[in-house]
């Protein structure tokens, strides 16, 4: 029973596509996980939109939208509908071919990094033998389209947008690639599927995920951070920037090619969110040995949740940072941090089982992280604030 | 089939390369022929050098040019193309025919040797694994050299760079 809700949906699969010729099978299999996952997702994008606008309007004190439906739960399709019949204005002087490309590749590449991400037992579009780099090298493409769409708009603003953005995503990229690298190293394998199946079992009740070892957990923390930087989101969301350069890179967008941008942006949140669950917790385990009977793809999506909501608290709390801030952070802090970890990767490997082992990768973490975070502040002099006219 | 496709759309997009006027789109052609290269190395079962393909030539290559064209020269400026400029006298036609013969000659060549008559051997399944045991035992030393040489250059780069910021100001 437990094994059947476990695999209902693979189960549902191999029913339909029994029907067909055992010719096209393999067609329809595909088309099949592709719906999958144009629909949990396409829905995943609806339901968070309308999460993070209450979740923002209750951290800065007000409502949120909530004059569609019931407490506004119907307001994603009061969007859709808006942004479906909304005119499609393209500027005079823009490029017309390039302009329209620029988000068909973002869509078509964030959709394309979920075929290696599994959302649950035996559910992986391709269980690719190079998954991992799958996921980065097409995740690599959407800074070309974001290129793309600054430079057609022929807007001084979008390009500066662009250009941001790029640079933002490039230098975030080698911190996120490094930490990653930390789990393929321990799971020794660039598959998805076997970097969680590396991670299954249990210590008591505790599973075997890599984040709780000290390299698993700086590693973990790092990815999330860089993470953030390469979705563009608040406190990395210069490209956006609305108050300095109005919306970045899709200024010049309207109607649906705007939602398409918003729905790009919001899957690469996903993915990379999702790739974080399979490196360091565990993908669809489950996170206590005693609660293993829930369907393997709750426990994806209930994690993928949480880390949307920790997304969402984050931009509701810290402000943007400057550009020499963003850049000093990531080939100062980020990329020393990460070189270190990949280093007390390799120790963890090495060292025999047991205390030591944990004293010298816990200090391999603490003292660099210490270090220089005291080394990056020491020339700075932070003051109580004073506010000219707010006070 | 499917080769045919991909080599289609790799020289188209070689060749478009070549022809827009504009360099911008020069660069997203070459974009194109990329990215057919990295289909037709997946077609043949190399899936790390297709996806390196990708990370690097897509991903850093392309981004490297286009950020080079924007800083160096206004961007959008309609320049001549190579194939335009060489096509307005007749040499340029000449070019054409000696890169076809070279190619002629070349694949000629290749059919008549040794090399192609030698039966192929059974689809050699080289895992992840098994690359990154070469590269990190077998072939450690060389990757070490290319891994300075990168370095060294990286910070020369630099070095230019940051001279060229003292003397501006």
Not at chain 2, 82 to 104: D, M, R, T
Request: aromatic share 12%; glycine share 10%.
């Amino acid at each position: 029973m437990i094994e059947t809700a476990d695999q209902i949906f693979v189960i549902l699969q191999h029913w339909i596509v029994g029907f067909a010729p055992a010719g096209v099978r393999w067609i329809l299999a595909a088309l099949f996980s592709v719906i999958a996952i144009l629909g949990a997702f396409g829905g995943l994008f609806a339901v968070t939109t309308i999460l993070e606008r209450k979740g923002l309007g209750r951290i800065q004190n007000r409502l949120g939208p909530n004059r569609v439906g019931p407490f506004g739960i119907l307001q994603p399709i009061a969007d859709a509908v808006k942004s479906l019949t909304k005119e499609d204005v393209v500027p005079y002087a823009a490029d017309k071919v390039v302009h329209f490309l620029a988000p068909v590749v973002l869509v078509l590449g964030a959709f394309s990094v979920y075929a290696v991400l599994p959302v649950g037992r035996n559910m992986v579009l391709a269980n690719l033998d190079a998954g991992v780099l799958f996921f980065f090298a097409v995740g690599s493409v959407m800074e070309l389209s974001v290129f793309m769409a600054g430079w057609s708009s022929r807007n001084k603003y979008s390009l500066l947008g662009a250009m941001r953005a790029i640079s933002q995503m490039i230098s975030y990229e080698v911190p996120l690639i490094l930490s990653s690298i930390t789990v393929i190293m321990a799971a020794g394998s660039l598959s998805t599927v076997a970097i969680i199946e590396k991670q299954a079992g249990y210590t008591g009740i505790l599973p075997h995920w890599y984040v709780f070892t000290p390299w698993g957990f700086a590693g973990f923390v790092l990815f999330m951070i860089a993470a953030t930087a390469e979705s563009n989101r608040s406190p990395f969301d210069l490209p956006e920037g609305e108050s300095e350069i109005i919306a970045g890179y899709y200024i010049e967008y309207s109607g649906f090619k705007f939602a398409l941008f918003f729905l790009g942006e919001y899957l690469g949140m996903f993915a990379i969110s999702g790739m974080g669950i399979t490196l360091f917790l565990g993908g669809w385990g489950a996170p206590l040995s005693f609660l293993a009977w829930v369907p393997s793809y709750l426990w994806f999506f209930a994690k993928l949740l949480a880390m949307i909501a920790v997304f969402i608290w984050i931009r509701g709390t810290l402000p943007r940072l400057r550009m020499d801030q963003l850049l000093n952070f990531a080939w100062k802090f980020m990329l020393p941090m990460a070189l270190i970890n990949l280093v007390t990767a390799g120790l963890w490997h090495f060292l025999p089982q047991g205390g030591l082992r944990w004293l010298v990768c816990i200090l391999m973490v603490v003292v660099p992280y210490v270090l220089l975070g005291r080394g990056l502040m020491q020339g700075q002099r932070l003051e109580k604030r004073v506010y000219q006219f707010a006070e | 089939m499917l080769f045919t496709i991909l080599a289609i759309l790799t020289v188209a997009g070689a060749v478009a390369a070549m022809s827009f006027r504009n360099l911008v789109h020069s660069v997203l052609a070459l974009t194109l022929a990329f990215a057919g290269l990295a289909m037709v190395y997946l077609q043949l079962g190399a899936q790390f050098i297709g996806f390196a393909q990708i990370l690097v030539y897509i991903g850093a290559v392309a981004i490297l040019i286009v950020f080079a064209i924007l800083l160096t020269r206004d961007a959008g400026t309609t320049s001549k193309s190579a194939l335009n400029a060489s096509a307005s006298n007749s040499s340029g036609w000449g070019g054409g025919v000696v890169a076809v013969a070279v190619f002629a000659a070349m694949a000629w060549a290749f059919h008549a040797s040794a090399a192609s008559q030698r039966a192929l051997p059974a689809q050699p399944e080289a895992t992840m694994q098994q690359i990154g045991n070469a590269l990190m035992l077998q072939f450690a030393l060389p990757l070490e050299v290319i891994g300075l040489l990168l370095t060294a250059a990286l910070i020369g780069a630099v070095t230019i760079a940051m001279h060229d910021r003292q003397e501006t100001r």
